[in-house]
């Protein structure tokens, strides 16, 4: 079993930016990593995934041109810059990993996720 420990979730203005962390317990049987997000009443979606021995990612709309996903393989970590925050930026955020080997599509399932930090963006 996978386990997932992300870090870096907090409060922040509209405008600004977060840097979440999430390390991996090991990359066996993980093809993608990437985000999920959850607000109350709604499904979680993927914000971004990258497969972590190539270069494909793919990215939410709501979220091009100010996040960017990007992995340390070394490491065993995945990581997500968030710049110009906004308030419906706010959320509950998951690292998750995905042992699809065609996994950088927003319809793919998640296989493990981590514990999940809040992300509080204000006005």
């Known amino acids: 079993q996978v386990r997932l420990v992300e870090s870096g979730g907090g409060s922040v203005q509209a405008g600004g930016s977060l840097r979440l962390s999430c390390v991996a317990s090991?990359?066996?049987?993980?093809?993608?990593m990437g985000w999920l997000r959850q607000t109350p009443g709604k499904e979680r979606e993927w914000v971004a995934l990258?497969?972590?021995?190539?270069?494909?990612?793919y990215y939410a709309d709501s979220v091009k041109g100010r996040f960017t996903i990007d992995r340390d393989y070394d490491k065993r970590g995945v990581y997500l810059q968030m710049n110009s925050l906004k308030p419906e930026d706010t959320a509950m955020y998951y690292c998750?990993?995905?042992?699809?080997?065609?996994?950088?599509?927003?319809?793919?399932?998640?296989?493990?996720w981590g514990q999940g930090t809040q992300v509080t963006v204000s006005s």
């Open positions: 998750a990993s995905v042992s699809r080997q065609y996994c950088t599509d927003p319809t793919v399932e998640a296989d493990y």
């Open positions: 090991e990359y066996d049987n993980i093809n993608c």
């Open positions: 990258l497969h972590i021995g190539g270069t494909r990612t």
